[in-house]
DNA sequence: TACTATCAAGTTGTCTGACAGATTGTCAAG
DNA sequence: CTTGACAATCTGTCAGACAACTTGATAGTA
């Protein structure tokens, strides 16, 4: 590692400029994975940088995942810049929104049954909140963010931060789908707002009453059927 | 904002409370896109942490493209989240790992739910040949990729492949922090192998035998199980 | 009144020094 | 060979200071 040219330095704040001096070492193909980094001292050193500014760099290609920080050792590369777990790509057919649905699935039922075990009175409250505001939407017409916000509540309460963000993302690309007008309307609003309110209804009672298989059981008939429901309303 | 509790701060390095503080606050809806978060000065005060770990907990809000600061003016919301669907970011504590790690029960269970659907006998026999090269591996010590593999062949049998993907990223992302040295071994070779014979046997017949049920509860029995070992391997 | 310049207060970016907690390697004793 | 003690090193955190920048208020001028 070499130290920077001046016309660098003056171009970038010094927390990038220790990030960008690093990144390419790495890149460098110089260490494999698992190799341990110059320690912050000898970065700084070697930067001519003080140690908030390495420390700060370190963060960020910490946050990036491609390097793993332990007090006392020092920071070792990771595999590699990890892959995003999944890329949410359009959806352009069926079969892939059978995908998506069945990954919303896997999260969704797993976090009705985390919140049945963690909920607190708030949580199911809050959730109760969430369906009352989806059903007024719902009286007057589409309420896929009022339907995703009640989603959302119970994502909270799993208290699995990585489950709610996932599952809030998801929701948006399935509403992003709907919105492109791939849907027909075949279910009168009347009829929407009951089935709704029964299969919220049995998810928000299985959460209050603490009952993880039931919880798991009821989001998943919920699921199951709106995706009927959905796949019967787009025209083959 | 509200200060932390006591049981949370022990938890998680100072950094980390901040970021998840910071986090939740921005989730919380009481901001909108291009809105101030509160100065450093103020965080420090409200978190009662250094401005180092505050710092800390921008930088990395920062590198996930959540927050961009201006000197002299303040740290603002940006437009919105990336469009992915969680962030692989390296795991820094223990419960950020279980976190992970209940994602992946989600993810596997579902899984092994369809592949017990959707399984050939092609791919029963590939799950076979993978949990014999496993066995074999795992007599000369630890074979955490032979694993992945097993697991893989059993995503690719669910026919799914945004949850195959999301799948074998997750396991690359926690063979990742198994490798930087955070676990003590404590089983014998021997011992474990007994029990990954045993534990995948049971998801594999009940995959061979189109049990979706039966498939779900053997893999999160092997999942929690091998949470708990891995727990338990790590000393407190 | 509108515009410009100045200044104080506040904010982030950086530096420095110190200490805490954890890791690693060495050495001595059993 | 194993265990324990210890020193050196490393990251994580704290505190204080200063630099560079922004923002809003105020005064001066046309």
């Known amino acids: 590692m070499k130290s920077m040219s001046t016309a660098t330095r003056d171009q970038f704040s010094r927390a990038e400029q220790a990030y960008r001096h690093v990144l390419e070492f790495i890149e460098s193909g110089q260490l494999a994975a698992g190799d341990r980094l ?50 949410l790509s359009t959806i352009t057919s069926v079969p892939e929104l059978i995908e998506w649905h069945e990954f919303r699935l896997a999260l969704e039922s797993e976090v009705a049954s985390l919140a049945a075990e963690r909920a607190t009175d708030e949580d199911v409250a809050r959730m109760r909140a969430a369906q009352e505001l989806l059903m007024e939407r719902l009286s007057a017409g589409a309420a ?33 789908w709907a919105r492109m007008g791939q849907v027909k309307r ?35 008939r919920h699921l199951l059927n709106g995706r009927a429901r959905l796949l019967s309303a787009i025209d083959p």
Request: cysteine-free.
């Open 38 to 87: 110059p320690s912050e001292a000898e970065l700084e050193a070697q930067l001519g940088l003080s140690r908030a500014s390495v420390r700060e760099a370190l963060a960020r290609l910490r946050a990036e995942g491609r390097v793993q920080s332990r007090r006392g050792s020092g920071s070792f590369l990771t595999e590699g810049r990890p892959a995003e777990l999944v890329r």
């Open 186 to 220: 075949v279910m009168s609003p009347a009829e929407r707002r009951e089935i709704i309110a029964s299969e919220h209804g049995e998810i928000v009672d299985a959460i209050a009453a603490h009952n993880a298989e039931r919880a798991r059981s009821a989001v998943r």
């Open 144 to 176: 896929s963010r009022e339907d995703a916000a009640f989603h959302r509540a119970i994502a909270t309460a799993s208290r699995n931060r990585k489950l709610e963000d996932a599952i809030a993302a998801l929701a948006n690309h399935v509403i992003e």
